[in-house]
Structure formats: structure tokens, C-alpha cells
């Protein structure tokens, strides 16, 4: 457990679903990160949060929408998902300037849109 | 801009050395660090190093910093098979606004 807890850990959905993600931390951070890991492809940036306010969006598309209703929650709520969203989606948190410190991440949640 | 670029696949036996390397092309970045990332598992910080400093050695872990070329690397010594990962190297980017820039990661495999 490193900290960050994401759930669930496995998620299936077929196009019309509507889910969510969520991410907690009590590490005390200011900042949570959601990210896209598809296979054979970076790291992809979604959302920045600092203190509640979404500080960046990077480009992604309103199927995807983040909720964050206090420093220690995030969430990612899914829906008419397409199967190429299909990824491992993990949540980070740090404290406003990373530091020696850097990004604490969750296990992730993997995805499969059917 | 930024960016950070990783060669993208390592194998080495167990019991050698792995040399993974990373090059980055913010000069102001304050810390560079190094994450593993397990099968199935989330990205787990596994050394970082100042930049102000040439090296950190930490166990079996050794991290160099050329910040001369902007070239950090990651040795690990006496390998073993519970090594293989994927390795990312981070770098912190100018002011220290709290947003890491990853490369796409090495994928180290260590053979018995």
C-alpha cells in the first residue's frame, strides 16, 4: 500500500456504461494526477488538481469527466466509453511542488471497454 | 519544450549489471528521479537525485548525472529476476511547479 488507493482495481464496461473511478489518498498532498497508461504508449497526463481546482486538461475527451470535492478525492467518471479508452488509469497525488518526494502513486484501475 | 526519452527495452542475466539511460532536455529541472513500475502495479519511486549532485548510490542502486548533456542513468548491480520492471525516469521541469515529465520507460528483463 503505498498511500493511494484506487478502486476498484478491475473494471469491465460495455460503451453505453456509466462508471466511475476513485482515488484517495491521506498522504496530506495538495495535488492528484489522473493518468492513462495504454500498452506501448507514454504515460499520458489527463487532469491536474491543486487544492480542488483543476489546474489542467489535456485534451481529453468529455466522456472522460474528474471530480475532485477535496484534497484527499478524486474521482474519474466514465461514460459511452470507446474500446480504445481500454488502458490502466492511475491516480498520483504530491504536495505542491514535488520535491525529493515526487508523485505517490496508486495500483491503478484497469480498464476494458467491451 | 520538455521532454524525456528512454531507450525502450533492456535484457541482461542475472547476477550482471543493468545500465538504463535517460536523457532530458530541461536544464532547470531541481530533481530527476527514477520510478519502477511492476506487472500490473502503479509506478513506485525508487531513487531520485538533486541536481546539483554528480551521484547518489543507494544498495544495489547507483545514479549518475551528466548535467552537462542532460543525461542521468540508473545502474543496478548484481541484478536479479525480481529487477524486471519497467523503469521511468522523471524529471521535475522548470520552477518546480509539482508536474513530473516521464519518459516512456525501459523495460528491463533479467533472464535466469
Known amino acids: 500500500e503505498t498511500g493511494v488507493t484506487q478502486t476498484p482495481r478491475h473494471l469491465v464496461m460495455g460503451m453505453t456504461n456509466k462508471k466511475s473511478l476513485k482515488c484517495e489518498q491521506h498522504?496530506?498532498?495538495?495535488?492528484m494526477y489522473w493518468y492513462k497508461q495504454s500498452a506501448k504508449k507514454p504515460l499520458e497526463l489527463m487532469f491536474v488538481?491543486?487544492?480542488?481546482?483543476?489546474?489542467e486538461n489535456n485534451s481529453v475527451p468529455s466522456r472522460f469527466s474528474p471530480e475532485c470535492p477535496n484534497s484527499s478525492h478524486l474521482f474519474l467518471h466514465l461514460h459511452t466509453l470507446q474500446p480504445e479508452d481500454s488502458a490502466l488509469y492511475l491516480c498520483?497525488?504530491?504536495?505542491?511542488?514535488?520535491?525529493?518526494?515526487?508523485?505517490?502513486f496508486g495500483s491503478g484501475t484497469r480498464l476494458t471497454v467491451v | 519544450g520538455e521532454d524525456v526519452e528512454q531507450s525502450l527495452f533492456l535484457s541482461v542475466r542475472e547476477g550482471d549489471s543493468s545500465v538504463i539511460n535517460c536523457t532530458y532536455t530541461?536544464?532547470?529541472?531541481?530533481?530527476l528521479y527514477w520510478y519502477k513500475q511492476e506487472p500490473g502495479a502503479g509506478l513506485q519511486l525508487l531513487t531520485y537525485?538533486?541536481?546539483?549532485?554528480d551521484m547518489k548510490q543507494d544498495q544495489r542502486l547507483t545514479v549518475l548525472l551528466n548535467k552537462k548533456d542532460k543525461h542521468l542513468s540508473l545502474r543496478i548491480a548484481d541484478t536479479q529476476t525480481g529487477d524486471s520492471a519497467i523503469y521511468f525516469c522523471a524529471e521535475s521541469g522548470s520552477g518546480n511547479t509539482g508536474k513530473l515529465i516521464f519518459g516512456q520507460g525501459t523495460t528491463l528483463q533479467v533472464k535466469p
Open positions: 498522504l496530506g498532498h495538495n495535488a
Open positions: 530541461d536544464s532547470s529541472s531541481t530533481y
Open positions: 488538481y491543486n487544492f480542488k481546482e483543476q489546474t
Open positions: 498520483a497525488s504530491s504536495q505542491e511542488g514535488v520535491g525529493n518526494y515526487g508523485y505517490t
Open positions: 537525485i538533486f541536481s546539483n549532485m
